[in-house]
């Protein structure tokens, strides 16, 4: 079956540091992957959409990554602040199904 | 523009008892989803619509039946409720006639089933 992997569940920086999270999958070739938002008490929020055929996407601080060989996306805030603490989730089409991983809890103290 | 709508926001059942999460959109999306979501667990999908008259089963769809009631509407059900469907359920929207569109969700629903 199809899997979606974040390789931390908790990720602790200092402010102004650049934070990377990794999402894996596996048995899968997804045509794009999505990264999500989710503070506590609410539902995910989409932040950004990555192509197969995109390297690199690019909004505000945000930056992801997609290799399909590695099957693999990394997700990167830039000059981290406390207000991007929060859970960052990648999800994946799996035909019309849409999947997720588990998350990655970013703490970022200032 | 409400987006996704869920109703109740909170609920406390007693094991064997049976209940409705209900779940709106206005964003004419012809797919949707309901997760659940528990600590350390991330959000398992239950089960979804890819479009109105159409369901299919998730990851984790034991002890759980959904109803596409139109577009708009999309409800899940527990017939007998079990302590181990304590959680807090997500319901999600996308169009599914564009390639590369995000889902939508609403605020969710706290269950604790006693």
């Known amino acids: 079956s199809q899997k979606i992997e974040q390789n931390s569940e908790a990720l602790n920086i200092q402010e102004g540091k650049t934070a990377t999270l990794t999402c894996n999958y596996t048995?899968?070739?997804?045509?794009?992957l999505q990264w999500y938002r989710q503070d506590p008490g609410r539902g995910p929020v989409f932040l950004l959409l990555i192509r197969e055929n995109e390297k690199e996407k690019r909004k505000e601080r945000l930056k992801v990554t997609f290799d399909t060989t590695l099957k693999q996306s990394l997700f990167h805030i830039t000059a981290s602040q406390p207000a991007d603490s929060a859970t960052y989730l990648c999800?994946?089409?799996?035909?019309?199904?849409?999947?997720f991983g588990k998350g990655t809890t970013l703490s970022v103290s200032s | 523009n409400a987006g996704v709508t869920q109703t109740p926001k909170f609920q406390v059942l007693k094991t064997g008892q049976s209940m409705t999460l209900q779940c709106a959109q206005d964003m004419n999306h012809n797919s949707m989803y309901w997760y659940r979501q528990d600590p350390g667990m991330g959000l398992r999908l239950i089960y979804y619509?890819?479009?109105?008259?159409?369901?299919d089963k998730g990851e984790v769809p034991n002890g759980y039946n959904v109803s596409r009631l139109n577009k708009r509407e999309f409800s899940l059900r527990l017939e007998s409720a079990a302590p181990s469907q304590t959680s807090v359920y997500f319901c999600?929207?996308?169009?599914?006639?564009?390639?590369?569109?995000?889902?939508?969700f609403g605020q969710g629903t706290r269950l604790t089933v006693v």
């Open positions: 619509s890819a479009s109105e008259g159409t369901t």
């Open positions: 999600a929207s996308r169009d599914r006639t564009l390639m590369n569109t995000e889902a939508f």
């Open positions: 048995n899968y070739s997804p045509a794009y």
């Open positions: 999800a994946l089409l799996a035909g019309t199904a849409l999947i």
